[in-house]
């Protein structure tokens, strides 16, 4: 089945004989007929009854002719589509981000990136490092913006500057809890060895690493509660549990003005954020560029 014989098929229907039909379409009525012919047997049934002045359309023929419409409008507005449209082609870049740099730094290199190629695309998703690794292993995101630690071997990528932090790049490490919870309150800037004994809650991701600096000032911290996202550290720690350990870029989220914030010091512990994808995917034209805003 072609599309000049649906056109031809559509025609007859139309006009209710093949004589009319010929004539609007400017062909001679033999060939046609002949067209008409080769589509009854290639579909194996009568589209027609024919008489000596009209061809009478029948149920299998209605059938045809509807979907033949269909098909025949769809085919034109394609062509229409292909002719109109601009000859850049779709570009889509999915990106899984943690949600501190979604709101600080993207929002400025996605201006950026539409300066210079308006026609793309984006798709964000908001999720937690192990969840954005995850998504770039099975090709859910061309990209990642992840945070420390995770196997940086592993990746390509490139440093992401996050304007909260001014010209330093590597995320320090807060306290953030009730004023009570900390000796010397007026402190901006508190030693490590100040949490010792304090009641600790802290992003899963980060124990390990917070845990081991404890140990090399000489005591184990107490952790009371490990959880999967910064929105619990902050509500356990305005409700008076204990002292939230953050990064200061996700700590400074918090919107309780009963909390205080004090960055960990002696020694400092950091955790840069970083924008990563596959070393075995090549990048577009326009993936290129994206990873070149940052670094």
Not at 87 to 114: A, F, W, Y
Request: net charge negative.
């Amino acid at each position: 089945m072609t599309l000049k014989q649906l056109e031809y098929f559509l025609a007859i229907a139309e006009n209710g004989s093949i004589t009319k039909a010929a004539s609007n379409l400017r062909i001679s009525q033999p060939p046609l007929s002949l067209q008409l012919k080769g589509l009854e047997e290639e579909l194996g049934c009568q589209l027609f009854i024919r008489d000596k002045k009209n061809m009478l359309i029948t149920p299998k023929g209605v059938l045809l002719r509807d979907r033949a419409r269909e098909i025949v409008n769809m085919v034109n507005e394609t062509i229409l589509l292909l002719q109109t449209a601009e000859d850049t082609e779709r570009c889509v870049i999915h990106i899984g981000t943690i949600s501190s740099i979604c709101n600080r730094v993207l929002p400025d290199k996605v201006l950026q990136m539409k300066d210079r190629y308006s026609y793309v695309e984006f798709v964000l998703h908001e999720a937690s490092t192990t969840q954005i690794l995850e998504m770039l292993a099975d090709g859910t995101v061309d990209f990642g913006i992840v945070r420390e630690p995770f196997n940086m071997g592993a990746y390509n990528s490139r440093p992401v500057r996050d304007t909260a932090l001014g010209e330093d790049s590597q995320d320090y490490f807060t306290a953030i809890g009730k004023e009570s919870f900390f000796d010397e309150p007026e402190l901006r800037i508190v030693p490590l060895t100040s949490l010792r004994g304090k009641p600790i809650i802290i992003h899963r991701r980060y124990c390990d690493m917070f845990t081991a600096a404890c140990r090399q000032q000489g005591f184990v911290p107490n952790v009371i509660c490990q959880n999967d996202n910064i929105a619990s550290s902050l509500s356990w720690a305005a409700s008076g549990i204990g002292i939230a350990v953050a990064p200061y870029t996700s700590a400074i989220q918090n919107t309780d003005p009963t909390l205080v914030l004090k960055r960990i010091d002696s020694p400092a512990i950091v955790s840069r954020a970083h924008l990563i994808w596959n070393k075995t995917t090549p990048l577009t034209p326009e993936e290129k560029y994206f990873a070149s805003l940052f670094g």
